[in-house]
């Protein structure tokens, strides 16, 4: 009882420091739009010295990237929970371009501390990687989701996120996205643009959807790509601690500790679901999209899924 009313006290206050906390400010690089704080440092982003046995897992944002992260975590340490629960998410695996609002360093100053082999993560499209990625032929994951999933988890989490823009309304919000104007840019440019380059590198395409329809297959894809092998009762074990029930539970990757997120609003781990985005497009909405969708993806081999 007396436990419940403190965490009751610590939710009300920490919901009151969201409240008063500004969003944060934007600018752009190249024509995508990104945290101001990091143009003003782009520089040193994009001297970013890779190291050959870094790992980077890249995908556009809520494309599934934290359960990526996990999963790879996971795997590296040959399903062993307690080390995987060693720290959050976000501390395990830096950020690259993310400034947050209480620090005055980036995730590239937590990667340069980090003893190697690190495991990185990024947002941003193929033509920003800084160029050390590619001369030290650093292997790469990138995640991709259907773009209608991605974009309601995208607008859910920027109601919850001060780091990013105020979405608006929904409607609001999906001319924003068919405009082109989000943080980390077009969803289309970024997923064709890390399709086209795994001809040229040693890129992991994988998709959100097939994790969720069969993620033994797709967690053993992983594992063989970081040149790993597992016994089945350890990839039966992975599965089991990624799965969205779990995850949502476990302190180290549901980023209840944020400030600047707002679970209350909507929850990190919101859906975790295919189709979701039915409810969320009005018919014309659907029909505006699918257009949208034929015309941009005219010139990809890349096909998505979209239905449960
Ligand atoms: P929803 O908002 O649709 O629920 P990212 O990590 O790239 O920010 O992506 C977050 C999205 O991935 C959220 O989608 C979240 O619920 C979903 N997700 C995270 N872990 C998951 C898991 N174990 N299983 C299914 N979905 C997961």
């Known amino acids: 009882m007396v436990e ?91 950020f690259l371009e993310c400034i947050k609002m209480t620090k005055i360093f980036a995730g590239i100053d937590e990667a340069n501390m980090m003893p190697s082999p690190r495991t990185l993560k990024t947002h941003l499209p193929v033509q920003l990687l800084p160029p050390s990625f590619w001369e030290e032929n650093c292997k790469i994951i990138y995640v991709a989701r259907n773009p209608k999933d991605n974009l309601v988890s995208y607008y859910h989490f920027q109601r919850m996120n001060k780091l990013l823009p105020d979405p608006g309304s ?26 086209k380059k795994k001809d040229s590198h040693p890129i992991l395409y994988i998709f959100y959807e097939d994790i969720m329809k069969d993620p033994k297959c797709e967690i053993r894809k992983i594992m063989e790509f970081l040149g790993k092998n597992l016994k089945e009762d350890v990839l039966d074990k992975i599965v089991y601690n990624t799965s969205f029930d779990i995850m949502k539970k476990n302190p180290m990757t549901n980023y209840l500790n944020e400030i600047t997120m707002n679970h209350n609003l909507s929850p990190f781990l919101r859906k975790g679901i295919i189709g979701d985005w039915k409810k969320q497009f009005t018919e014309a909405q659907n029909k505006q999209f699918n257009e949208c969708y034929e015309k941009n993806m005219a010139d990809t081999s890349l096909s998505f899924c979209m239905e449960p």
């Open 170 to 195: 929904w409607d609001e919000y999906f001319e924003t996205v068919l405009a082109g104007n989000v943080v980390w840019g077009s969803w289309f440019d970024h997923v064709k643009g890390w399709w």
């Open 4 to 94: 419940e009313m403190a965490n009751d006290k610590v939710e009300k206050t920490s919901e009151l420091q969201w409240g008063l906390l500004c969003r944060g400010e934007f600018s752009q690089v190249n024509g995508i739009i990104l945290q101001k704080k990091v143009c003003d440092c782009w520089d040193k982003i994009w001297n970013f010295q890779a190291k050959p046995d870094d790992l980077l897992i890249a995908s556009y944002p809520k494309a599934g990237t934290t359960w990526t992260q996990e999963i790879v975590d996971l795997i590296q340490n040959d399903g062993d929970i307690e080390k995987s629960r060693r720290a959050p998410i976000q501390l395990r695996q830096p």
